[in-house]
């Protein structure tokens, strides 16, 4: 952990390396994958609404959700699936709207306990069956996208974040004004990517390629 923030920065932030960041954020976002020569699916994640209806359904779990979070490499199995859009639906749509709406997790003052509703839609997906700590984040950030950091076991190790994840996350980007949060915002920006995508998800990537071995060209 760094003394600033209660998570560990990815290299390319606790070195200030800007160009190596910029590089990171292109070669996931808008480079193809040499072997498939598609880009990688985990990019077309933030903007991707086939149906056009993603800011209606904002406070339902929707099949288009379970469908999107295949992008980022997860499925949650059948008898889940059954579970979360019939019985458990209307419970998990009631915990998404007491969430409230989307907004920048950096302008939570608060701490997030076991008491938010935030955290209780996330135990409450953990308990759908093959729905675990992973599945449950991407499905919450599919529908608060700005507001809740994705977890795999990738991020969680380079961040440091295992044992907990959104509440040391909300701390980092709070903390002193809310200036790693703008930092994230600018290197998205400087890497030419669409407003789109929010600052969770940049700390999610830089920490994600780091974790899977990307070596920064521009570094």
């Not at 498939?36 to 929707?62: F, H, I, K, Q």
């Not at 950096?106 to 996330?122: F, K, Q």
């Not at 994705?150 to 974040?161: A, C, H, K, N, P």
């Amino acid at each position: 952990m760094s003394e600033e923030y209660p998570i560990r920065l990815p290299r390319v932030l606790r070195d200030g390396d800007d160009a190596g960041a910029i590089d990171v954020l292109q070669e996931y976002f808008t480079r193809k994958v040499a072997k498939t020569g598609y880009l990688r699916t985990g990019a077309l994640w933030d903007a991707w609404d086939p149906s056009g209806r993603r800011e209606e359904d904002v406070d339902r779990l929707t099949a288009e959700d379970l469908v999107a979070v295949t992008l980022l490499s997860v499925k949650v199995p059948g008898q889940g699936a059954l579970i979360l859009l019939g019985e458990k639906n209307a419970e998990l749509n009631k915990l998404l709207v007491e969430v409230g709406p989307d907004r920048d997790l950096a302008s939570e003052s608060e701490e997030l306990t076991s008491d938010s509703a935030a955290w209780r839609l996330e135990t409450a997906l953990w308990e759908i069956h093959g729905v675990g700590r992973t599945i449950a984040s991407k499905l919450i950030a599919r529908k608060r996208p700005r507001l809740y950091p994705i977890y795999d076991d990738v991020v969680g190790r380079e961040l440091g974040t295992k044992a907990a994840h959104l509440e040391p996350v909300r701390f980092s980007l709070h903390q002193r004004n809310g200036e790693l949060h703008d930092r994230l915002l600018d290197l998205r920006d400087r890497a030419g990517l669409d407003d789109v995508v929010p600052a969770v998800r940049i700390l999610d990537v830089l920490a994600w390629m780091q974790g899977k071995g990307y070596k920064p060209s521009a570094s």
